[in-house]
């Protein structure tokens, strides 16, 4: 008996029909093991040991693969074909050890890069070793991104309130969001104009002609500035007698772009399909693991975490046979097409991302919609990718007057052969053109012509375009940032911390992701820098091959690294602030169209306006706080007072007569309305996502109404009441809270869904009089008894005993440690007024267990590796 082990049921499945009763296929639904999220994982001190520990969901996993193993004679681990899939074969035979499981049995590891019965048979018949040297390359990039994430994240929390973390790959993608979103402020725009003209030769068909010359001076873009001197040229092309002064006629060509890697896939799914990088690797690892065709469940395409471009050779054979039975043999190139990657740090040992076979021609399959999509995608870029080049004719003429003085020039390509064109064009980024098919009429030299209509326009520069997630992931894949097959997670990371926000589907830097890009580029400089990163990158492509020992790149690395962060330890927070205020001034403390000092405080003209720190995130206020409350969001127009003033009015409430007024408070704008009778006025903040601008009357009136009744609960007659909180929308039943998806849902849930929600609600946190179950157990106090990670209404908390204290903002209950929650639960009793607990005892070297193995890293379940 033969025990084979994958990552994903799915794929378990499938193998399991081609390899037969000989062989049990069991997945370890990714990795088995991690470092546990708690200080002391990796140490430096201790020649960069790790500490791995099984979670939970993995425990019974590796069981049932150690219970299988009694029966058999050989261990197979076919999990996928590159570094991460071989720390993941590596994890096993370290948690199987463990459990003494391989005595006696024979290991072996295969790899294949398409699930398929051919590529599977075939990946069995060449067994090999675990590559310890991918394993190590695994194990420094995973080190590298505990030490950086939990070296750097604490220093965050003390020095800059509001910050989240900061993770070795993400901060230095944020800091390209931040950077193009200064450039986009500084930019100052440019006034010019274009005179262009409708032009017939010799009773020739019009043509489109641009000014290429004026008084002797050659016309760029830019040249002409200003109306006057926009004027003066149309009218002299106007009058002016032209002549064909030349005409050429250039052949070219356009290859086709190779096939896909993961970077580019994700690049031409979010031009062409709108997918975001989650959802293009996400719907590929459905197209790889299979799908049934005809009773049988077969891959559609090789592995999708590559960066290579060559694809193999029978591959090509089939495309090639393809391309001459749908589009003739003119089609077919005389020598099949090789490719080479040009991205930097790019590794060739994968194919290109293809289909398994491209007889599978996207209209024969029963796909689901995303699936159909991205496939033919795949299957197109492929196909094209072997096909002949497209030809075309480039013309240009050129139209002189007044000895040469002034001339127009009209330009204009014909596609004379569609080549690779008759099936696919790659999608293009923002400012880039595509051949235009302008066809221009067969003009003589020496020939006449005149202007018979002319066009003057006027135009501003524009400043560079915010990132999409195309143009982002091809420009860190340009750097040698990081690995692509990571960048889905890292921007996905970007946006759950709420570093940066998308509007229409471009990467916006909220305020928080400035400050920390700020912070870092100040103290910690080196390590958001874009050659340094990349540098990391090549050291790692090192380790995998061998010619660099992957704990020399981690002593390197944590030398100067550690020395930054003891440099500022003693920095304080008002150091920071004025290093803020000056990173951070463009925006903070922009120019004031009257003149004056831009720090001025244009409320009391008095106090000195600077960068403040809330637990909310940054503001600017006025430095003669309390007696002046002016504050501003960080980016709004320095020459205003706060967006809004203390008594905008939005109208009055038509039942209550009321005025309801719209105010900007320290965390953000919200409504107020006053009754007569009630000591307290009625206030509701603005929900998140809603434009301030956009709240009429009538939304205010929503707002300041809430909670909303919903109805009686059917079994107790209480009402259910919805409402907008602190921690978002929410509908409440007695003492029982649930949150809704939406704010609109708050608006729109009727009896029924908001009884079922409920139910949820209660079911989930235990019926009854039963306690609520821990999110994660942390170990005991120096008092006795068990410290806990807890789910509350107003989100996680550690509980002792008796003692609450609520996690702050940044800290998670999966990366608490037990002496963060002992500092916490002592601060909240002493606060309590019941004393002080014991202070969390001194790590102590000799209490710590002896490092398992000198390698480790984990990733759990998901395909990233970045922290």
Wanted: with cysteine; proline share 6%.
């Amino acid at each position: 008996m033969n025990v084979v082990v994958v990552e994903s049921p799915a794929k378990a499945k499938t193998i399991n029909k081609y390899l037969g009763k000989d062989f049990t296929v069991l997945a370890s639904f990714g990795h088995v093991r991690d470092l546990p999220a708690k200080d002391g994982s990796v140490r430096p001190d201790e020649d960069f040991a790790m500490s791995w520990e099984v979670d939970s969901k993995s425990a019974p996993r590796v069981k049932a693969i150690a219970d299988a193993l009694k029966d058999a004679d050989r261990l197979i681990l076919a999990t996928d074909p590159d570094r991460e899939g071989e720390a993941i074969s590596w994890h096993l035979l370290e948690a199987l050890s463990k459990r003494r499981a391989l005595k006696d049995k024979k290991i072996q590891r295969v790899a294949f890069n398409a699930i398929t019965k051919s590529a599977v048979e075939q990946a069995m018949a060449q067994p090999r070793d675990v590559d310890m040297e991918l394993v190590e390359a695994y194990l420094a990039r995973r080190a590298l991104d505990y030490l950086v994430g939990f070296t750097l994240s604490p220093v965050l929390w003390r020095k800059l309130p509001g910050a989240r973390s900061a993770g070795r790959v993400q901060s230095v993608a944020l800091r390209l969001i931040t950077e193009r979103e200064s450039e986009i402020e500084r930019f100052k725009p440019q006034e010019y104009w274009s005179i262009e003209a409708d032009v017939r030769a010799d009773g020739s068909d019009p043509f489109r002609a641009r000014l290429s010359a004026f008084e002797g001076k050659k016309i760029t873009r830019l040249t002409i500035g200003d109306e006057p001197s926009a004027r003066a040229a149309e009218a002299a092309v106007k009058t002016a007698n032209f002549t064909i002064a030349a005409v050429e006629a250039k052949p070219t060509k356009r290859n086709p772009p190779p096939p896909f890697t993961t970077s580019t896939l994700q690049q031409e799914a979010a031009r062409k399909l709108g997918f975001d990088a989650q959802r293009t690797m996400r719907t590929a690892q459905r197209l790889y693991e299979g799908i049934d065709i005809g009773g049988e469940t077969v891959g559609l395409i090789t592995y999708m975490r590559t960066d290579g471009v060559s694809m193999d050779g029978s591959a090509i054979g089939q495309a090639r046979k393809v391309i001459g039975e749908r589009y003739g043999e003119d089609y077919v190139p005389d020598k099949p097409r090789a490719y080479a990657s040009k991205a930097k740090n790019a590794q060739e040992a994968h194919e290109a991302v293809r289909p398994t076979s491209f007889f599978r021609h996207p209209s024969k399959l029963n796909l689901e919609a995303d699936q159909a999509r991205l496939y033919e995608l795949i299957w197109k870029r492929a196909v094209a990718s072997q096909m002949e080049s497209a030809r075309l004719e480039r013309t240009t003429i050129d139209l002189e007057a007044d000895g040469g003085r002034l001339a127009l020039r009209a330009t204009g390509s014909v596609i004379t052969f569609d080549g690779f064109f008759a099936l696919y064009r790659e999608g293009v980024d923002d400012d880039a053109d595509e051949d235009g098919e302008a066809r221009l009429p067969q003009v003589k030299h020496g020939s006449s012509a005149k202007a018979e209509q002319t066009f003057t326009e006027q135009h501003f520069t524009q400043p560079p375009p915010r990132y999409t997630e195309a143009t982002l992931v091809k420009k860190m894949e340009e750097l040698g940032i990081g690995r692509p097959s990571t960048y889905a997670s890292v921007l996905s990371v970007l946006r759950d911390r709420d570093y940066v926000r998308m509007e229409d589907k471009r990467f916006v830097p909220e305020d928080k992701g400035r400050v920390v890009i700020a912070f870092l580029e100040n103290f910690f400089t080196r390590y958001v820098e874009y050659d340094f990163t990349a540098d990391l990158e090549d050291q790692l492509d090192k380790v995998s091959s061998g010619d660099l020992a992957y704990k020399e790149l981690l002593r390197r690395f944590w030398a100067d690294f550690s020395a930054n962060v003891e440099g500022i330890a003693d920095l304080r927070v008002g150091q920071v602030i004025d290093a803020m205020n000056i990173a951070l001034a463009p925006i903070a403390f922009p120019p004031r169209e009257d003149g004056k000092d831009a720090r001025l405080c244009p409320s009391c003209n008095e106090g000195t306006l600077s960068l403040r720190l809330g637990k909310h995130g940054a503001f600017v206020g006025c430095s003669n706080y309390p007696d002046c409350r002016f504050t501003r969001a960080l980016g709004s127009n320095g020459d205003e007072k706060p967006a809004i003033e203390g008594n905008g009015e939005i109208g009055l409430h038509p039942e209550h007569q009321q005025m309801i007024h719209l105010k900007d408070g320290r965390f953000g704008a919200y409504l107020e309305m006053s009754l007569p009778g009630e000591d307290k006025p009625r206030r509701s903040s603005i929900p998140k996502g809603w434009d301030v601008a956009s709240i009429d009357l009538d939304k205010a009136v929503m707002l300041i109404d809430l909670p909303r009744q919903i109805g009686p609960h059917p079994e107790d007659g209480e009402m259910i009441e919805a409402g907008l909180g602190r921690y978002g929308p929410f509908i409440k039943h007695g003492k029982t809270y649930a949150n809704l998806p939406s704010i609109e849902e708050v608006f729109e849930i009727g009896l029924n869904r908001a009884v079922a929600v409920i139910a949820d609600k209660k079911s989930g946190a235990g019926r009854g009089r039963g306690a609520p179950a821990p999110l994660k157990e942390l170990g005991a106090h120096p008092d006795g008894g068990p410290i806990q990670v807890m789910s509350g209404r107003y989100g996680p908390y550690v509980k002792w005993e008796k003692v609450n204290a609520t996690l702050p903002k940044g800290v998670t209950p999966e990366n608490v440690t037990l002496d963060q929650a002992v500092e916490l639960i002592n601060a909240k009793a002493a606060s309590n007024g019941k004393g002080r607990a014991k202070k969390a005892p001194a790590k102590k070297a000799a209490a710590k267990k002896p490092a398992a193995k000198k390698k480790a890293t984990g990733k759990s379940g998901a395909k990233a590796s970045e922290a």
